[in-house]
């Protein structure tokens, strides 16, 4: 791109203002506008919830960039509180409104960004504008809600909506003293996440005192004495609160792409190509407002996350500058603390690809249930880690991660291995760090490696519980009898490992047996074993731990 070029910016916060920072570090002679309808810039978005709970203390701290930084460092204008209301496409321009002085005007361009965010989802449900009832969006929204606890001294929060904002509002209220309930119309919290990996999370928000109503939907609100808010539900049941947060999900804003003429996607996100050029040649768009390609999928979706909105801004200015530069894609990577577990991910889960329809005879899953350190170093904790594989070739899809410690740090390698189109071979020869308080000699990642290419090879043929039901298969119980007194599969027998060998002639050789133990792995020792004198054997995958997650996440409420 020639010199002296003129860049617009619309929006800021993590695409937008990285787009300007990087342009500028790649042009002293390009003159950079970043219009924010909003009062901030740059803000964290992401801890907004934590400046809720006080663990995020001032305000200030939430602003990663101010307009006084843009302009003495990069020599960017900002101009806040403006809002772009059109785009000439024919002659370059947008037209702005200065939302304190209701004045218009009009500014050329010769290369504009599109960086509008998304709205909080707001259902037609009649009372929504309540006093009382918030969304957690910007600055100003978390604001509110710290002075509506203050002022009313409210004791019950109601949080409609148990993904990422809900999770995080729940806790941060919770520890302010707060009595909450999450309204979910799915039957599990996280959503897109696989359900036995979120029974953990639901568990914690119970033992935390949170009460859940699952596959339960809002239908009204009402103001009632003294300052409360009473919610109807599609149940007939009834529950007050004296603040009510909305966090259902988040929609794209496309209206100003739209009156533009813009190519629209199918999910309703402005449609942009690899190198995040839209329908025009001169405009460009990023963030949650775009969709986006699925890099293990293919298809298009649409990803709300901060880093990929902060990679697509930095490739957009590079593109501008006339560098050949090109959005790999989002593969979903994201993580979630609740009270005191995390949950992460990368890639597409069972359910999705299932939902999406590809879900295939090649495609495989394996559960572990490894300590996050060496288990002779004090205070290992368990992970509950799920990999999703291909048995053609090994390809990693997706891997989600459950525990106390440990969980982003495994979902981390998991990512890259995917984004490089590593195997599960590949994690089964990764070499990563080590010593007991850090890990183990077979880290989870490649105890995860190693279990999928056992399968793979043929060394380890593996069952799923929910086949359980549909099976005529001998269940073969190996854990101690202790174990097996606290709870077991009706109908299973119960051989312990190390009696195993001496009461062989005790199974059956002209059926098949599916062997379990508490998380797979004497189970997986015991179908060797079996397998080599002539049985017809499986490991059920992630034993019976595995099977009481199953059966937790069945739990829709209380």
């Not at 350190?373 to 799920?386: C, E, R, V, W």
């Not at 060394?459 to 086949?467: F, L, N, P, T």
């Amino acid at each position: 791109m020639e010199s002296a070029k003129r860049i617009v910016i619309i929006g800021g916060v993590a695409g937008g203002a990285s787009c300007a920072a990087r342009a500028r570090r790649l042009s002293e002679d390009a003159q950079i506008i970043l219009f924010e309808r909003g009062p901030f810039v740059s803000f964290a978005n992401c801890g907004l919830p934590y400046f809720v709970g006080d663990v995020i203390k001032r305000e200030e701290a939430l602003l990663v960039a101010t307009p006084d930084l843009f302009r003495k460092r990069f020599n960017i204008e900002v101009r806040l509180n403006s809002e772009v209301t059109s785009i000439d496409r024919e002659r370059n321009e947008v037209e702005i409104e200065d939302l304190r002085s209701r004045k218009r005007h009009r500014e050329k361009y010769d290369a504009l960004v599109l960086s509008p965010g998304a709205s909080p989802i707001r259902p037609p449900v009649p009372g929504l504008d309540l006093p009382g009832i918030f969304t957690v969006r910007s600055i100003p929204d978390s604001r509110h809600i710290k002075e509506w606890i203050k002022k009313f001294g409210a004791k019950r929060a109601m949080v409609v909506g148990g993904g990422f904002i809900g999770l995080e509002m729940t806790e941060n209220l919770a520890k302010l003293g707060l009595d909450v309930t999450i309204i979910e119309m799915q039957p599990q919290v996280m959503p897109l996440a696989d359900p036995e990996i979120v029974a953990p999370v639901q568990d914690e928000l119970r033992r935390h005192g949170v009460s859940l109503r699952l596959g339960e939907t809002v239908t009204a609100f009402e103001a009632i004495q003294g300052g409360s808010i009473s919610a109807q539900f599609e149940s007939g049941d009834r529950e007050n609160a004296d603040l009510v947060i909305l966090g259902v999900g988040v929609r794209p804003e496309t209206k100003l792409a739209r009156d533009a003429g813009l190519e629209i996607g199918e999910l309703g996100g402005i449609r942009v190509d690899d190198r995040m050029v839209t329908s025009d040649p001169k405009i460009w768009a990023v963030g949650d407002a775009v969709e986006v390609r699925d890099f293990v999928t293919g298809r298009w979706a649409l990803i709300p996350l901060a880093g990929p909105a902060n990679r697509q801004g930095r490739i957009v200015a590079d593109a501008i500058m006339g560098k050949d530069r090109k959005f790999r894609g989002v593969q979903g990577t994201l993580v979630c603390g609740v009270f005191d577990l995390t949950l992460a991910s990368t890639g597409p889960s069972e359910k999705t690809l299932k939902r999406l329809g590809l879900w295939d005879a090649t495609y495989d899953k394996i559960y572990l249930h490894p300590g996050h350190h060496a288990s002779y170093f004090p205070g290992a904790k368990p992970i509950t880690l799920k990999l999703i594989f291909s048995r053609q070739d090994g390809r990693i899809l997706g891997a989600q991660a459950v525990g106390q410690e440990g969980v982003d740090k495994r979902i981390d390698v998991i990512s890259m291995a995917i984004q490089n189109h590593a195997t599960v071979f590949d994690l089964e020869e990764a070499e990563l760090c080590y010593a007991p308080q850090f890990g183990s000699a077979k880290d989870p990642v490649n105890l995860a490696g190693m279990i999928a290419s056992n399968v793979i090879r043929g060394d380890a043929r593996i069952a799923q519980w929910e086949g359980l039901e549909d099976t005529d298969a001998f269940i073969l119980d190996v854990r101690d009898p202790s174990e097996f007194q606290r709870g077991h599969v009706e109908n299973a027998v119960n051989i312990p490992l190390n009696d195993l060998r001496s009461r062989m002639e005790e199974l059956p050789k002209g059926r098949q047996i599916w062997a379990y133990c508490l998380v797979g792995q004497r189970a997986y020792y015991a179908a060797r074993a079996l397998s080599q004198h002539g049985f017809d054997v499986k490991n059920i995958s992630g034993g019976y731990k595995t099977l009481q997650l199953r059966r937790a996440a069945t739990e829709k409420s209380g």
